[in-house]
Structures are given as C-alpha cells and as structure tokens.
C-alpha cells in the first residue's frame, strides 16, 4: 500500500511541462483521487497539491482579508509569487479592509485583483428597497449579499477550475465539513481547496504573529470576523467568532458564497436543499 506521502507526489507529478489543460482534467476525479491522501495533510502540501496540479490560469486565491485567508495568502504567495489573489469589493466594506489591501499589494507584491459588483444591479436593488436592505428581513439581506458578493465572484470564478479559500471547521455551522480538497458544487462544480480545513483559530494566531502577516486593525477592536461594515459588529466575551456577522438574524452566518442559502418558515436562514438550486444562486 503506498503512503499518503508517496499518492501526493504521485498526483502531483501530472504537471508538467507543456502540460494540458486542467479544464481537461475530469474534476471529479482528481478529488477523489487526492481528497483521501490530503486530509490532515500541512496546509503548505495541500497548497503545493494544487499548485502541481492546476494550471496558473486555472486556479485563484479568493479571499475577504481576514486573518484566516491572510495565513493562506502568506503561504501561497511563498510558493507561487505570480498566484492570482481575488477580493470582492461590496461598496460597503470598512475602510480597514482597504488599508489592509494597500498594505498586502505593498508587502507582498500582488496585484490584488478587486472584484466589483453590477453597478445597474445594485442601483435597481437599492432603489426599489433602500439602501440597508439587508436589515428589513432575511430574504433582503440575501438579495443584497447575492448581488453584492456571491455575484461577482462568481462571475470572476469563470473559466476556473479550482479556487483556494481560508474556510476553516471551526469556525462552525456548516463549515464543520469541510475537506481540503472538494468538489463545490455552487461554484459550478470547481474544485474547492481549503488548506486551513483542520486549523483551530489559535493556529491562525500563531501563525500570524510567527511570520509577522499583516492584519486588519478592527481584531484590535473585538472584531473576530469581518465582512461588510454594516453588516459586522465586534463580539462579546464567549460569544462564537462569527457571532458579529449579521447578528440580527438567527441560522446561518453565510453570505451565499460558499453555501447557497435560503430563508425557513420560521425566518431563520439555513443551507438550501441540494434539489432546490437554482444554478448556485441563493435567492
């Protein structure tokens, strides 16, 4: 029986040069080849994995700038410098998140390439329901979520084949699944790579001041989790990380990006029923 070890460098060893594309590649089938051998595995091999695996134009790091997807930004960019680094610009973030681009495109050298949302959408949405929206129920808070963020990065995701997050486990509710490598269906079917699968937030924090990875200045404010400014509130001793993102409603703290949501009788938000997408959307 071969060892984990030795299945990675076995998978990895079809790049090579003059290599075809990924999009030749069945998908489905490089998972569950790699998925067994890759879990528990040193986020840096599951980053390795996939940079030996997809082609440069293939394969992107999509993240909001949190601590979580800072540590992967670090990690992946010691590996692969020219990695394409996406980030969706909502129109409402705080204006934290853009000093903290500012710092990585100086710091890291990146082109940080800034995702923006339908201008025509927004301005049909927020004219025909205001512009906090998102306060007024949980189907609205969707829609604003759906045109603001889940849009665009799918939109930017085109022509993909795999996609790199900072999701991790323990951050709870629906993340308590993940896998390193996995097939996502939202995204149309990419494949999903989550090197941090099995990292705990100490980890991150450690890995943090270790390699001195620049932050967000709202942690120094109780923030634990960051998305838009409205949207995102500081947490109180004890309360879970992602209890400050849209602390209004009750069921799932997700925006729709990772997990296509929808509203339940009792108005909560929960994950959508696999039958009931509507090609990824959540609204």
Known sequence: ????????????????PGRTRALDLDLDQVVAEAAPALAGAPAETVLDWTLATF??????????FQLDGMVVLDMALR???????????T?????????????????YGVKVEVVLPDAGEVAGMVT??????????????LRCCDVRKV???????QGMSAWV???????GGERAGLQEVEIDPDSGGLVKVNPLARWTRDQVLAYVAAHHVPQSSLYAQGYTSIGCAPCTRAVEPGEDERAG??????????????????????GSTRLKAENDKQGGRNV
């Open 1 to 16: 029986m071969s060892t984990p070890g030795a299945t990675l460098t076995a998978l990895a060893g079809r790049e090579l």
């Open 55 to 64: 082609a440069r134009a293939e394969v992107a790091l999509a993240t909001s």
């Open 79 to 89: 590996l692969e410098p020219g990695l394409r680094v996406i980030t969706v610009d």
């Open 91 to 107: 129109g409402r973030l705080p204006e934290a998140t853009h000093e903290l681009i500012e710092l990585v495109r100086g710091r």
């Open 128 to 141: 025909a329901h205001g512009p906090n929206l998102f306060y007024e129920s949980p189907d609205l808070r």
């Open 151 to 157: 849009r665009p990065m799918r939109r930017s995701l």
């Open 165 to 171: 997050t900072g999701l991790r486990r323990t951050q």
């Open 245 to 266: 993102r849209w602390w209004w409603e009750s069921g799932a703290k997700e925006c729709g990006i990772h997990y296509t949501l929808e509203v339940s009788g009792d």
